[in-house]
C-alpha cells in the first residue's frame, strides 16, 4: 500500500510503498476514502523538517533539553548516533480521516466490514490507503454524512474539547484569535451554543468566512474595530472566553490581547501552538483562569485508553475522545456544523508531495485540504453505478397499426392529483382515445376518478385489468415506491407502458424492469419526462440550432419547501425529492445536449436540502442542476441557460425564452398557463401506440437518466463523481 512520510533530517517528502497493517485484536483494519491535511499541526513539522539543525533546535528546545539530558547519561557518541538515527527515519504523517472498515479484530462488536467510520491519531489515522485503529480511536459516521465531511472528525474534537474547557454558557461573548482550520470550527461551535463570537485574524479572507459562519464581528488583531465589537457585546466588560487558536509563531501578541479584551476572572483557554509569555501584571489584576486543551480530550496520550480499549466510566468523565468524535461527526450530521465551506482544496492522494510543497511554498492557500484516495477506497460506496444494457427477445410483444377510427383504449392505475390534473384532462376530450378503466387501491377514488373523466369502467382489481387483452395501454401514475413492480408486470402482460416518474428508485428496481422487457420482448415504454415536448423549448432550441463544441448547461429548479405531512417527505418509503423529480431535469439537460451523461457529481449543504449536481457528457459538455429548497417562492421555479458556440439560449419558467447569437430571438409572452410539455408528450404516446411505431422517447434513454437519478445518493455520500459504466 502506498503512504505519505517525510524524512525530518532532510526534509525529503514521499509516498512510499510499505506493507500493508495487521488487523490486530482489539482494533479495525480501515480503508482511506479521505485524510484531512491539518494546515496548522502538519506543516508546522513539515516546515521545520526544511530547517537547518540549528534551526531545528532553536524550534525544539524541549527536544534539545532531551538530548543534553542523553549526553549526561550515555555520553556524545551514543547521544549522536542515536539522534541521527532517528533523525534519519521517514515518520508518518496525518491524524485525521474517514474510511470504510475492510476487515474487524477480535473482541470488536460495534462495527461490521464495511461500514463506514472516522478515525484519529498521529499513529493510527495516517495519510495511507490503510491503517489498523483501535476501538477507542474511531467513531460510526452517521448515515448521509458525506465523507469527505467525515474527514473532518480528529480536527472538530479538537475544537470542541477546546470549547468544552472554556465552559460556555447561553449569553456568554467569547474571543477566537486565529481563523484558521480550528479557530473557524471553534467559531461554529459557540454560535451553535448560543455563544456570541468576535474573531481575529490577520486574514481579512478568513475574517470573512467566519463571519459567515456565525461570527458577530472579526479583524485584524490590530484593528481597533475589534475592541469596539467587544466594547458593544460586553457593555464594555470584556469578553467571557478567549480561545487561543493562533499556530506557532514567536509574536507573543495573542496572549496579550487576550488579557486586554478579556472580562475580570474570565477564561483563556490554549488550544494551538502559540507563545505563552504571559504578561504576569495583566493576568494577576484580572485573576485569569489560563486552560489548556488536551487535543481530542479525555483519553488522549493515555495506552489503556487509546491502545487496550478500556473506556472511562460516562459518570465520571462525560466527554471522552472517542465521545468527542462521535458528537462531532453527529453535530456535523444534522447541520450544526458546517465544514464544506472550510475546503480549499482536494486532491488526489498520489499527488500528496506536490499538494505539501505548494502548501509550503504558499503556492496553495488553503484552510483544510483534503487527500481523496482511489475509488476502490470506498468500496462499502459504489463509486461506479451501472447503465443496465436493455436487452429485447426477437420474436416479442409487438404493437400493430390500428384502424384510423378504432380508439386507443387507456387504464390508469392511479387516480391522484398528477394523474387528475395533468394528465387525464389532456386525454379526456382527445380523439381516438377511449378511457376504458382506472384502477386505485380505494373504491371511492376510482369512482371518482369515473365520474369525472369518463372511464367505462373503475376496479380496485388490477389483475383483470391486466388480463383485459381489449386495453391497449396502461398508465402508472401512483406513488413512487410502486412504479418499477406494475412497470414490469404491465410490461409482461403485454401492455405498452406510460409510467410517470420516476422509473425505478434503486438500482435492483430498474433491473427488474429490464429483465421483464428482455424476458417478454416488449420494449413499449414511456417515461413522463414531459419538459422535451415543451413547446417554448422546443422553438428555442430550434432557433439555438446545431451546435460544434462542447456546452455548459445550469438548470436551476427552486423547488420550494414542502407542506407538512406530504407523502413526498416519507424518503424511507418514497425515496428523495430528487429521486422523483431529479430525472425531469437530467432528461431535459440530455435531450438539449443530445448525448446520455457519462458521470455524475453531487454536492449538498448541510442537511441536503439543497442539491448541485454537475453531469458530464461524452463530448465534454457539463450540465449543473441546483436543485434547491431554500428559495425565495416568488422567485420562478425552472430556469435553464445553455452555452455553447457563442451562442447562449435562455428558458425562464416556460413562459419566456430568448436565444442570443449572431441575430437575437426572444419569444413573446405566453398569455396561457406555462406548457411544460404534458399535452404534446401524451399526443406523442399515443401516436406511437396507434401506429405501432417507435416510442417517443429510445428506452435506452430513459435507462441512462434513471441511472444518473440513482447515482446522485452515492456521489453524495462518497464525495466524488460517479462514474455511469455502460454494460455491455
Known sequence: MKQVVQNYKSGELAVLDVPVPGCKPGGVLVRSAYSLISTGTELMKVSEAGMSMLGKARSRPDQVAKVMQSVATNGVPATYRKVMGKLDSYTPLGYSLCGVVEQVGAGIDDVAVGDLVACAGNEHALHAELNWVPKNLYARVPDGLARRHAAFGTVGSIALQGVRRGESQLGDVALVIGLGLIGQLVVQLLAASGVRVVGVDPDPVRCELAERLGAAACGDPASAAVEAAVAELTGSHGVDQVYLAAGGGSSNQP???????????????DIGKCRLDLPWNAYYEKELDVRFSRSYGPGRYDPEYELEGRDYPIGYVRWTERRNLACFLDLVARGRVDVEPLVSHIADFDDAVDTYQRLKDGDLKAVAVLFRYPEHAGEAVVPEVAVPAVKRRTGGVSTPARAAKTPVRLAFVGAGNYATSMLLPHLAQRDGVELSTVVTTTALSAANAQRKFGFAEATTDLDAVLGDKSIDAVF?????????????????????VFVEKPLALTEDELAGVLAAVEESGNDRLQVGFNRRFAPLLNEARKRFGARTGPASLRYLVNAGRLQHGSWYLQQGNEGSRFAGEGGHFIDTA????????????????SGNEDLQVVLRYPDGSTATISYVTTGASSFPKETLDLVADGKVLRLDDFVRASVYGRKRWVSSRLSKARDKGQSAELA???KAVRTGGPMPVPLESLVATTAATLAVPPGLAGGAPVTLARAR
Open 590 to 605: 440530455s435531450w438539449l445536449l443530445a448525448a446520455d451523461p457519462v458521470s455524475v457529481y453531487a454536492v449538498a449543504t
Open 684 to 686: 406523442a404516446f399515443i
Open 476 to 496: 402508472v401514475v401512483t406513488r413512487h415506491s410502486s412504479h418499477a413492480e406494475l412497470t414490469r408486470r404491465a410490461l409482461l402482460a403485454g401492455k405498452t
Open 255 to 269: 496572549v496579550e490581547l487576550a488579557a486586554r479584551l478579556c472580562r475580570d476572572r474570565g477564561r483563556v483557554v
